[in-house]
């Protein structure tokens, strides 16, 4: 394990600010390209490269599966949520001026925030999830038949 310590700490070093980053493109990704997919995505890949490095053993350790799968609910939730509240205030569902009636804009700056929000907790739990389950299947070929 010596000859990878170059790469251990690199690692933790990256996985800050990877995560840092993936929250800079989620709430600012009303004024520049980004977004909730893509923060999502450079979410999990600060997990996915932990994994990579370390073991999946030690990313679970860190983010666990049962987590994973609840975050999977709760962006859909987050999602669905806003276009009830929409409806539940007399509007169309998603209708984002529902949340400030007297200046729509505000609403719509803040609708857009929160659905991109649970897009963004979606995603992330869906791409660990993915490398969870592709992980922890057993190799078919061992290293010698390479």
Do not use: C
């Not at 980053?21 to 600012?28: D, K, R, S």
């Not at 806003?82 to 569902?93: D, F, H, N, Q, R």
């Amino acid at each position: 394990m010596r000859h990878h310590l170059i790469l251990r700490v690199v690692t933790k070093l990256l996985v800050g600010a990877i995560i840092l980053f993936a929250l800079y493109v989620q709430f600012h990704g009303d004024f520049s390209p980004g977004g909730g997919f893509q923060a999502g995505v450079i979410m999990a890949v600060a997990f996915i490269i932990y994994g990579v490095v370390f073991s999946l053993r030690q990313a679970q350790r860190v983010f666990p599966p049962w987590l994973v799968h609840k975050l999977l609910a709760l962006g859909v939730l987050i999602y669905a949520f806003t276009g009830l509240v929409s409806m539940a205030l007399g509007y169309e569902y998603l209708n984002y001026g529902a949340f400030t009636p007297h200046h729509p804009e505000h609403g719509q700056h803040w609708g857009i925030l929160i659905v991109e929000l649970g897009v963004g907790v979606t995603v992330t739990g869906v791409m660990v999830a993915i490398y969870y389950a592709f992980a922890a299947r057993p190799p078919t070929i061992s290293d010698k038949d390479w």
